[in-house]
Nanobody
Framework: QLVESGGGAVQPGGSLTLSCAHS????????MSWFRQGPGTEREFVAS????????IYSDAVNGRFTIFRDITKNMVYLQMERLKSEDPATYFC???????????????????WGQGTQVIVSS
């Protein structure tokens, strides 16, 4: 089970760090990703980190502003969000998958586990 936390309301230009905790067995061999979904929109890939944390992939929309990182010892994954914009508000979901070679991490249907989401609001 994945549980996200850290969402909230910030002003444009502000920062938030989301956390994803896993209860159960370790996810050391899983790719971990963040997706987001706004009202009336499809779920959108945000960022991904592979099991050894050496490969991180970001969507164009967040590249350079968001950072994904994982702490294997704590079974946690984080999404550090900076310079938040008006297009960033959404419910953010943590997801886990054992991605097969050649499968891109932005394919939501490849993920086995999902959290319930945490809401991010950007408003002045």
């Amino acid at each position: 089970q994945l549980v996200e936390s850290g969402g909230g309301a910030v002003q444009p230009g502000g920062s938030l760090t989301l956390s994803c905790a896993h209860s159960g067995g370790p996810l050391n061999d899983y790719d971990m990703s963040w997706f987001r979904q706004g009202p009336g929109t499809e779920r959108e890939f945000v960022a991904s980190v592979n099991p050894n944390a050496r490969r991180k992939i970001y969507s164009d929309a967040v590249n350079g502003r968001f950072t994904i990182f994982r702490d294997i010892t704590k079974n946690m994954v984080y999404l550090q969000m900076e310079r938040l914009k008006s297009e960033d508000p959404a419910t953010y979901f943590c997801a886990a998958a054992r991605l097969r070679p050649g499968v891109t991490p932005n394919a939501a249907h490849e993920y086995e586990y999902w959290g319930q989401g945490t809401q991010v609001i950007v408003s002045s």
